[in-house]
């Protein structure tokens, strides 16, 4: 009895010197320093610091070991006293070189977007649509100049231009509803690439707050909140190609700063007929923050590009010598596009436990484009090129609130975070037309006006006890369709509205710090485009995306980190609105399972090592056997590289990108071409002046980068013919780049 009561009083009395530890962690201008990870060896708690840079962890005893890692700082390690638990402490993190050793598994949705963050941090990407390819297993390709947004490929899809990719910027949505081109189309040509922070990604349908567009996943893209340094940089090359760079603090105070960032981008490209590419982005930021308190982000950009393209050739052009692989058969196609944007975050500290953050947003966009993908297949006279134009005005806002450290019964930690929050779109003119040499309009296929608004509300919710994580969690949307044809000669206004219900659940298992297994389930969904809502009478117009993933992460070292999912996703019946026919197609269920794998090697610290590769196994499921094939989604990617940062004055990378053969259309008769490219890049650092070269092909490999099953007529022919048709990958491409910093 005397030993239990023993044991009863020092139970006691450590719980009575369990307290919580707050503070605040800045960077050495004492500027606040968001997404810190803290982590207490002796408990295993662990937390991060929010938009104010304070931070508090709970259950913390005097002499805990508590450390604060985060990319590009050193570890900072501290032994807790009694002062620290009675006032709030104040960390200095110090600037160091980035490695794979400051990454900390932890029991999140997101640790692999940490992980991956530091390929994004050593090599940083050429133009910002580059960084899309960070995301383990997400490929682009460019087809239209360079000017329009890629055509992305994710877990086994055909995103076309952003249809299963839900892609944001600080909180913007790029995805465009309803769009003149295609449902999701989603160009982050306006977002200049060195003000890129880190990719925040997640792959499936498992994220409450991620919405609409959510099936394959999601790509938030995070801005730089300072500039360390100013910043003007020239780049010139093969290809009449030059830009041109500006970054500039503006002011910087104790508890605010601004900075400007400009560049203008010029080049022919490498095809017959030059591409006339221009491309010129502005932004301006201004920060406000109150240690502990509240911050206050606001964001202005406007972005303008215009362009010529040779478009999709057909491969028998090539090959019977009509024109060269950078050839073209229509060379009148390209475009013309700008969007404007205003952006406010705020977040406020209503106390260490709760907190409150908003936004709200405003784009203007303009599309314009011209395109021929069948030649003289409708048109034997005039031909069949087309004209896609739009004038959108988005507005939105959300609020999230959330609610953290609180303590349940049998040692349950929970906390949650409500929002909720809409999106408007007003969309005039949204037109379809036959023309001709970009000059004449000869038919008006499709011309109305579309208003679309987005309601939602979600809860997330966060249970964690011992080594065990839950995340059940739930989204609600509600979607209001209306448009306006302008075709018809009596007014004819037409609307539908619907409502989707997407749970989640994700557990998490974190063996230990550096050790996490997890099982992921959610529902996601991606809206059609207005024109089939209301053609469809609002049947099945938010198709459901039901995915579950099985993985691990581990970290066997600090220098490496090794990942592995297994994954399903099925896709329900859709019906999608294909911008450049003005018709609905029905694609039927579809079914996709695959199978992911990763490393991170930190060799030495300058050398880095990195490599993916992604199987899919995807199928349509209400076809015949040999005729359920998914076109164009490609079934076996790579990517990887070798980084040498902090060698002397010099860093360097050599990555690839592999994508193997995949079915062109639904019997898989017509293929699509794989490829294996490689680019390479070298820096010499003396003083504050950088020198650079820049070799995007370095073997000059003969790719194509984007391919289409398609029929077509050439003017000399009497027949049409169903075959490839492919835009040219970019050949070897060096250019130069001088930057100096002050």
Do not use: C
Not at 127 to 151: D, F, M, N, W, Y
Not at 310 to 329: D, K
Not at 523 to 532: K, L, M, P
């Amino acid at each position: 009895m005397k030993y239990i009561i023993m044991a009863l009083l020092m139970l006691f009395s450590y719980a009575i010197y369990a307290q919580n530890l707050k503070g605040k962690v800045v960077d050495k201008n004492n500027r606040p320093l968001e997404d810190v990870g803290v982590f207490n060896q002796n408990t295993g708690k662990h937390s991060h610091t929010d938009a104010t840079g304070s931070f508090t962890i709970t259950n913390t005893y005097v002499k805990d070991s508590v450390y604060f890692s985060s990319l590009g700082y050193k570890t900072n390690l501290i032994k807790v006293s009694q002062e620290n638990l009675s006032t709030r402490i104040t960390i200095v993190m110090e600037e160091s070189g980035i490695s794979l050793n400051q990454v900390v598994v932890t029991s999140e949705l997101n640790t692999l977007s940490r992980i991956v963050d530091v390929d994004v941090q050593v090599n940083p990407v050429k133009s910002s649509q580059e960084t899309l390819r960070k995301v383990p297993g997400l490929i682009i390709g460019q087809h239209a100049g360079g000017g329009k947004a890629e055509q992305i490929f994710l877990r086994g899809f055909d995103v076309d231009h952003g249809t299963d990719v839900a892609i944001s910027v600080d909180g913007i949505p790029v995805n465009m509803t309803s769009h003149a081109h295609g449902q999701g189309y989603a160009d982050l040509h306006f977002v200049i690439p060195e003000i890129i922070e880190n990719v925040n990604f997640g792959k499936g349908p498992y994220y409450a707050e991620i919405g609409n567009f959510n099936t394959a996943g999601y790509v938030d893209l995070r801005l730089r909140k300072t500039l360390k340094k100013s910043l003007v940089s020239l780049e010139a090359g093969q290809f009449n190609t030059s830009r041109l760079l500006g970054m500039f603090n503006f002011f910087e105070s104790e508890n605010s700063n601004a900075y400007l960032a400009s560049e203008l981008y010029l080049t022919d490209g490498p095809f017959d007929a030059s591409q006339n590419f221009n491309r010129i982005n502005i932004m301006g930021k201004y920060n406000y923050n109150l240690f502990g308190n509240q911050e206050l982000n606001l964001t202005a950009s406007h972005f303008e590009s215009k362009w010529d393209a040779s478009g999709q050739i057909p491969q028998r052009s090539v090959n019977q010598g009509l024109i060269g692989r950078f050839g073209a058969i229509d060379d009148t196609e390209g475009g013309q596009t700008s969007r404007t944007n205003l952006l406010a975050n705020h977040t406020k500290a209503i106390d260490e436990k709760q907190l409150l953050k908003t936004k709200m947003f405003l784009s203007l966009y303009d599309f314009e484009l011209y395109s021929n993908f069948t030649f003289f297949l409708e048109d034997p006279v005039n031909g069949d090129q087309i004209h896609q134009k739009e004038h959108r005005i988005i507005i939105g806002a959300e609020s999230v609130f959330q609610k953290k450290h609180i303590t349940l019964g049998n040692n349950v930690q929970f906390e949650y975070e409500s929002g909720i929050g809409f999106r408007y779109d007003n969309t005039d003119d949204i037109e379809l037309s036959s023309t001709l040499n970009r000059q004449t309009i000869l038919n008006r296929i499709s011309l109305g006006d579309v208003d679309e608004v987005n309601t939602y509300g979600f809860l997330n919710t966060e249970f964690k006890t011992g080594k065990w994580t839950f995340n059940p969690a739930l989204r609600l949307d509600y979607f209001k369709f209306d448009y306006m044809n302008k075709i018809t000669e009596t007014y004819d206004n037409q609307s539908e509205s619907k409502v989707a219900f997407s749970p989640k659940l994700n557990t998490i298992f974190s063996v230990n710090r550096n050790w996490q297994l997890f099982l992921k389930s959610g529902i996601g969904f991606h809206s059609n485009d207005t024109r089939v809502v209301v053609a469809n009478n609002g049947e099945d117009i938010l198709p459901a995306a039901y995915g579950v993933d099985l993985g691990t992460i581990v970290k066997p070292t600090d220098k490496l980190a090794l990942n592995a999912t297994l994954w399903g996703l099925f896709l329900e019946q859709e019906f999608v609105y294909v911008g450049d026919a003005g018709i609905v197609e029905p694609s039927g269920k579809t079914r996709r399972l695959g199978v992911e794998f990763g490393t991170r090697y930190q060799a030495t610290d300058w050398l880095y090592l990195y490599g993916d590769i992604n199987y899919t196994y995807g199928r349509s499921t209400e076809e015949a056997d040999g005729e359920d094939f998914i076109p164009l989604a490609p079934d076996l990617t790579s990517s990887g590289g070798i980084l040498l940062k902090g060698l002397g004055h010099f860093s360097s990378a050599l990555t690839y990108r592999f994508v193997d053969d995949r079915p062109a259309n639904k019997n898989d008769s017509i293929t699509a071409e794989g490829y294996f490219v490689t680019d390479f890049n070298l820096d010499y650092k003396w003083k504050n002046w950088t020198y650079g070269i820049i070799v995007e092909n370095l073997l000059d490999t003969k790719w194509n980068e984007t391919q289409f099953a398609t029929e077509s007529r050439l003017f000399n022919e009497a027949s049409s013919i169903e075959e490839i048709h492919f835009t040219p990958g970019t050949p070897f491409y060096i250019r130069g780049k001088v930057s100096v910093s002050f």
